[in-house]
């Protein structure tokens, strides 16, 4: 439903003030007797299965005089680099390096490479995408990534988990100081996914699913499944029912987090039951006395639930008024104060008018605020 019009009723030819009765009634919509389910699978994630970053301070050569100016500490790393590999580096009068060598260097440039291991986790010899942002160049363009070691996220840790090395590309939208690596990153260690801790899992919602009233009805299906067992024919049956329950069980944490404890039916094939478990269908809650609105967008997304109070809404030249049994009254006409209109038959009548969004935010918003509008409304 499109509520955006590019017409206002200011710009129409009122000869007259006329004064517009349009009655908004209650008329509903049917309710479904089956509520909406998802695959929890398509809810949560496992804890341990998460992305982790890789990091490493690298250096770039080639670039075309757009590198680093007078910095040290590029200067030392280059030095230390050519150290190395074997090169002829000229000792200062106290054994040191001496950075007047490539102090001059203008094609060199001091980066922070990052990788990602997904969630999946990473095995030994795999390839990852890399992402290069300089420090201090003014462009990373015709640049080569010198073989970096990357670490962990820990600062403690200096496990070399990845190599990065390889020409690089300027992303088309970013600026030139941020350029990318296909596949320039070669896993030297195998990170697993650890999806499993003393016999438990923990599921994890998804943000837009975080609620108690989920992870209740989480427990609740979960321990379900588990008091049910796979017969021979391919279904499931109760008969192991009696023993199911002392065998595992699913606890919601909080909003987020469920914990469950495999069965020891599966304890020797926990994947099996974590396929079982995320292919489980939940009955979601229903959201349908929301009003989601984003302003920026201009959009407005009312559910099928939301009513209002019998009201007069005057907008410039028009009279809205809602509540009362359906049809088109007059304004003196008397309405039940008992009678509520659909928030959504209500928009459907300033939409049939032209009245724009922005205007449509600002009644619901007032509405919201004069506590006439029954339901919850998120502003993003």
Known sequence: MNF???????????????????????????RSGKAASLRLGDMCRLKGQEINTLQGLGLVVGLR???????????????????????????DSLGQLDLRDVGDAKNVAMVFVTARIPAVGSQNGDLLDVSV?????????????????????????????????????????????????????KMEATVPAAFEQDGQITLILDRDFASFDNTQRIEDEVNGLLALTL??????????????????????????????????????????????????QIQLASHSSRVVINEREGIVVIGKDVEVAPVL??????????????????????????????LKNLADA???????????????????????????????
Not at 321 to 341: C, F, I, R
Not at 350 to 377: C, F, M
């Open 4 to 30: 955006t019009n590019s017409k206002t009723l200011s710009s129409r030819p009122w000869s007259i003030l006329a004064v517009v009765c349009v009655f908004v009634g209650c008329m509903g919509f049917q």
């Open 65 to 91: 005089g757009t590198g680093d100016s007078d910095a040290a500490p590029t200067a030392r790393a280059l030095s230390r680099m050519m150290q190395l590999m074997g090169g002829p580096m000229a000792l």
């Open 133 to 185: 942002n300089a420090i201090n160049a003014k462009s990373l363009e015709g640049g080569y990534l010198m073989m970096t070691p990357l670490l962990g996220p820990r600062a403690d840790n200096p496990t070399v988990y990845a190599i990065a090395q390889g020409p690089m590309r300027l992303t088309l939208e970013g600026p030139a100081t941020t350029a990318t690596i296909q596949g320039g990153a």
């Open 231 to 280: 017969g021979e024919s391919g279904r499931f049956s109760n008969r192991y029912s009696s023993s199911a329950a002392t065998q595992g069980g699913a606890q919601a944490i909080d909003q987020l987090h469920v914990r469950v404890q495999i069965p020891s039916l599966y304890r020797e094939n926990p994947i099996k039951f974590i396929s079982l478990l995320l292919n489980l």
């Open 313 to 342: 809404v005057t907008h410039r030249n028009l009279r809205i008024e809602a509540g009362g049994v359906g049809g088109l009254v007059g304004v003196n006409d008397k309405v039940s104060e008992k009678d509520t209109a659909k």
């Open 350 to 380: 300033l939409n049939a008018l032209d009245v724009p969004t922005s205007d449509l935010i600002a009644i619901i918003k007032t509405l919201k605020r004069k506590g006439d509008l029954y339901g919850e409304v998120v502003f993003q």
